[in-house]
T-cell receptor
């Protein structure tokens, strides 16, 4: 069975600090997909990134970067120079490629990030 | 290009009643998934519809049912509402191609059962 763990329930930082959100996953599939979504107070889940299990390259997009390590089953998310607008709940999610789990996203519990001015 | 839309935005029902939530997918998408998000929790997968049929289902009772129409829009129906059904219901759309595609979410419907 697939499982996603976000051990950090809440993180509070001051603007311009760097912050890393941790995500650890479990799956028996050799092909799977990992995602990060942002949920602002409005409630809509905003897609941030998707990673395939066969692509371990780290990615950087502006102030955001992601570190995917299959050896430790982790997919961590770093925000550099955080801003107040980054305040939201962040979810890590996993989807397996095959069988009965195809198309199903399994989410972690989420990490509440608060960035203070 | 319109994103995923859902209606209504908010809903208040009483125990035992039935509710229907609606979702229109993003343009070009043919697959709709529904999720339930209780307060303070991550979304939980209810089911997914493709080609007007339920393709995958999560651990939800038969009180939860759905439908997909030829224009790819979808409905989620919940019968015999319980207090525990109070949650944010999220619809996500995607395109079923050769590889599993990213799901894009709508703004959700907040359901309160009294």
């Amino acid at each position: 069975a697939q499982k996603v763990t976000q051990a950090q329930t809440e993180i509070s930082v001051v603007e311009k600090e760097d912050v890393t959100l941790d995500c650890v996953y479990e799956t028996r599939d050799t092909t799977y997909y990992l995602f990060w979504y942002k949920q602002p107070p409005s409630g809509e889940l905003v897609f941030l990134i998707r990673r395939n299990s066969f692509d371990e390259q780290n990615e950087i997009s502006g102030r955001y970067s992601w570190n995917f390590q299959k050896s430790t089953s982790s997919f961590n998310f770093t925000i550099t120079a955080s801003q107040v607008v980054d305040s939201a709940v962040y979810f890590c999610a996993l989807s397996e490629a095959g069988g009965t789990s195809y198309g199903k996203l399994t989410f972690g519990q989420g990490t509440i990030l608060t960035v203070h001015p | 290009d319109a994103g995923v839309t859902q209606s209504p935005t908010h809903l208040i029902k009483t125990r035992g009643q039935q509710v229907t939530l609606r979702c229109s997918p993003k343009s070009g998408h043919d697959t709709v998934s529904w999720y339930q998000q209780a307060l303070g929790q991550g979304p939980q997968f209810i089911f997914q519809y493709y080609e007007e049929e339920e393709r995958q289902r999560g651990n939800f009772p038969d009180r939860f049912s759905g439908h997909q129409f030829p224009n790819y829009s979808s409905e989620l129906n919940v019968n015999a509402l319980l207090l525990g059904d109070s949650a944010l219901y999220l619809c996500a759309s995607s395109f079923t191609g050769s590889a599993q595609e990213t799901q894009y979410f709508g703004p959700g419907t907040r359901l309160l059962v009294l």
